[in-house]
């Protein structure tokens, strides 16, 4: 079965912030590009964020500002530590939510998510801790999930790129310089210029004062 086709989506300044230090980032950018975002959201037919994202900004995941469906909602999440107060939980929105966790995830923690109606996935661990994300993509295209739309976090969006299983980007750039605060990627071990994760096919547009470019995701040989 084939993985689906993962796109990164995530705001940042132009410095490359997608927070301040006190970790306010509501809104980086501005609203017309925040329509561009639920436009994305729509054409995808699942929208995945970590469990940090869950627990800082509490998103709802949903197509809001635009005419379209709602993707399927899938979060990253270790060890099962999505409140049942969330909004990917409450109010009936668990029936729309897919939680991927390791096979080692607490039972009553899987019973809790569950009985509100979420699917509690149970993946093997990577090598590096937390799940395997080669098998969670695997685990949606067998659901016939043939797109995805990443949102976050950096830990997420990280190990995507260092994985290999990124293979396009949509980032808005917002007119602000934050000059301190958080970065969308982190450390990928590339040393050299030459190895440098580099974009084909770039497209840039504007969305109010924001730029979005967005092309496909070439890696080195």
Known sequence: ???????????????GRVAALDGSSQWISGPESLRFCHRLRATNDAIMVGIGTVLRDDPRLTVRLVEGRDPVRVIVDTTLRTPLTAAVIR????????????????????????ALGATILPLPSAPEGGVDLDALLAALGERGIASVMVE??????????????????????????????????DNLGITTLAQAIRLRNVTWTTHGADAVIEGAVQYDS
């Not at 993962?6 to 705001?11: D, E, H, N, R, Y």
């Not at 109010?91 to 923690?109: F, K, S, Y």
């Open 1 to 15: 079965m084939m993985r689906p086709r993962v796109t990164l989506s995530f705001a940042q300044t132009l410095d």
């Open 152 to 185: 976050g976090g950096a830990r997420l969006l990280t190990s995507l790129l260092r994985a290999r299983l990124a293979d396009a980007v949509a980032i808005t750039i917002a007119p602000l310089i934050l000059g301190a605060g958080p970065a969308a990627i």
């Open 91 to 114: 109010d009936g929105a668990a029936r729309g939510t897919l939680i991927a966790c390791t096979e080692g995830a607490p039972t009553e923690r899987r019973a809790a998510l569950q």
